[in-house]
């Protein structure tokens, strides 16, 4: 709905229990904002009975609709227990959106002040107060979005990643 706070929230699978979808919809019903929808972005169906409005997308496997997906929301969250990278965080914050998530996977590295919140716990508790923080700030989905162009730019990382190996070799 085009009046309502948006999170988006992506899982290849939207069951996985260690993405924290269920954390996410408890944090937000704890919220007692009705205008509050939730996004739901990857397979499977989600579980969960809830009153939060609930928009699940389907897998999505082109780069064009994922930003598209990604850019229907306000907020990206990721209330994961475990990642391997948070790549989806950082396509939120290519399409400009704040994020608030847990601290796993490099999440702390990535967020800061000036695109989202990391929460203090892996609690729905924390989640909730990260999601309050979240909403309170305004922020700069241009400067968002250009900071991630700049310092995770496939040519920026490459720049990385020849700098350490011309270290290695002196």
């Known amino acids: 709905p085009k009046n309502s706070i948006v999170f988006a929230f992506c899982a290849y699978r939207l069951f996985d229990e260690r993405k924290g979808r269920k ?3 408890k944090a937000i019903e704890n919220l007692k904002d009705d205008n509050i929808a939730l996004l739901c972005i990857g397979g499977g169906t989600l579980p969960v009975e ?5 928009y699940c997308t ?3 496997g082109n780069d064009s609709l994922m930003a598209l997906a990604y850019s229907a929301a306000n907020y990206f969250a990721m209330p994961s227990y475990q990642e ?3 790549q989806t965080p950082m396509e939120a ?4 959106l704040p994020v608030v998530a847990y601290p796993c996977s490099g999440a702390s590295d990535l967020i800061d002040e000036t695109n989202g919140i990391v929460c203090d716990d892996f609690t729905e508790e924390a989640l909730c107060r990260g999601i309050r923080r979240l909403l309170s700030v305004k922020y700069d989905e241009e400067c968002i979005r250009r900071n991630m162009e700049v310092n995770y730019s496939p040519s920026h990382i ?3 990643y020849l700098d350490v190996y011309k270290e290695i070799l002196d």
Do not use: S, Y
């Open 50 to 54: 809830t009153r939060v409005p609930v």
């Open 158 to 160: 490459a720049r990385q």
């Open 58 to 60: 389907g897998e999505i």
């Open 84 to 86: 391997v990278f948070a």
């Open 23 to 25: 954390d996410l919809i």
């Open 93 to 96: 914050m290519a399409c400009g």
